[in-house]
């Protein structure tokens, strides 16, 4: 399994774009790069997955640079409420036995200040 | 959809006790997943099913965890006897097993924090 490297933490203010990034050398052709945010007290949520390129949607845009060695979890207008700890996964999610290993890193916590 | 539900919510026990957790997964999902989280260690996979067969279980710390997944419905973690070094938030997760462009999502309950005097 790919071996995943992000800051530890991260500050920010309202209104800034946040962009975290995710070092992953060993990430093999199969995987995929997931990204998921925790709020205290709660369990992760899903934010974005990609393969290549970039990816958006509502929440955040993805950047995979072409060598794939690395991603960037770009946040648009942070607000309080984003103040949260973000975790990038590599894997490919589709094998369906053995192997389907989701190992969630030490994430990067992100303070968004007023 | 009511999403993963765990339960209890909290548990405080004293060392020695049995301890069982809970969890319902979303309907439908064939994966379920077990995940323990401490300040310490971060999220840690401790077990997973696909079809209620447990896959790996390679992250179980030791003989005193075992989970069960009777059916597709239902799965508990249970810890005997309980230690104060397994105080932690445990969680739930499930997703459906991937076919064509799913993503794979993981989806987690709340968690159950456990308390070990």
């Known amino acids: 399994l790919a071996k995943t490297t992000q800051p530890i933490s991260m500050d920010s203010y309202e209104g800034q774009e946040v962009n975290i990034t995710c070092s992953h050398n060993?990430?093999?052709?199969?995987?995929?790069i997931t990204w998921y945010q925790q709020f205290p007290s709660q369990g992760p949520r899903f934010i974005i997955q990609?393969?290549?390129t970039k990816v958006t949607n509502e929440v955040a845009s993805l950047f995979i640079p072409a060598d794939r060695k690395s991603s960037t979890l770009s946040l648009p207008r942070v607000s309080l409420s984003d103040t949260a700890v973000y975790y990038c996964l590599v894997g490919d999610h589709r094998i369906k036995a053995a192997g389907n290993k989701l190992t969630f890193g030490g994430g990067t916590r992100v303070l968004v200040k007023p | 959809d009511a999403g993963v539900i765990q339960s209890p919510r909290h548990e405080v026990t004293e060392m020695g006790q049995e301890v069982t957790l809970r969890c319902k997964p979303i309907s439908g999902h064939n994966s379920l997943f077990w995940y323990r989280q401490t300040m310490m260690r971060g999220l840690e996979l401790l077990i997973y099913?696909?079809?209620?067969?447990?896959?790996?279980d390679s992250g179980m710390p030791e003989d005193r965890f075992s989970a069960k997944m009777p059916n597709a419905s239902f799965s508990t973690l249970k810890i005997q006897p309980s230690e104060p070094r397994d105080s932690a938030v445990y969680f739930c997760a499930s997703s459906p097993l991937v076919g064509g462009g799913g993503t794979g999502e993981l989806f987690f309950g709340e968690g159950s924090r456990l308390t070990v005097l």
């Open positions: 060993n990430i093999a052709t199969n995987d995929y």
């Open positions: 099913f696909n079809n209620n067969v447990p896959i790996d």
């Open positions: 990609g393969y290549k």
